[in-house]
């Protein structure tokens, strides 16, 4: 069973950075496309950065040069650095991955709150 823990969520300042995780079970986890969407208030559910097997990587324009996805196949996780944060970066982050069938995946989801 596909299972998805993200964490390291949490309140920052404007301009400060975090680091959230996502611990992935259930499935190979190499093979696959693995992605961070977030979703604010009243928003829908967007991508912010996706990773392929080998690495390559991809990033909405609203957060490019800020944040960096990166994953470790060996203990089948995949991070999300974030830094310049901004109050719009304010959201439940949630880690992402789809099956051969492109079934989608989701984890709980971890808030992210970029206040003063």
């Known amino acids: 069973q596909v299972q998805l823990a993200e964490s390291g969520g949490g309140l920052v300042q404007p301009g400060g950075s975090l680091r959230v995780s996502c611990a992935a079970s259930?499935?190979?986890?190499?093979?696959?496309?693995m992605g961070w969407y977030r979703q604010a208030p009243g928003k829908q559910r967007e991508l912010v950065a996706s990773?392929?097997?080998?690495?390559?990587?991809n990033y909405a324009d609203s957060v490019k040069g800020r944040f960096t996805i990166s994953r470790d196949n060996a203990k089948n996780m995949v991070f999300l650095q974030m830094n310049s944060l901004k109050p719009e970066d304010t959201a439940v982050y949630y880690c992402?991955?789809?099956?051969?069938?492109?079934?989608?995946?989701w984890g709980q989801g971890t808030q992210v709150t970029v206040s003063s």
């Open positions: 992402n991955v789809q099956d051969n069938l492109r079934r989608p995946y």
């Open positions: 259930g499935f190979t986890f190499s093979p696959y496309v």
């Open positions: 990773i392929t097997s080998l690495g390559s990587t």
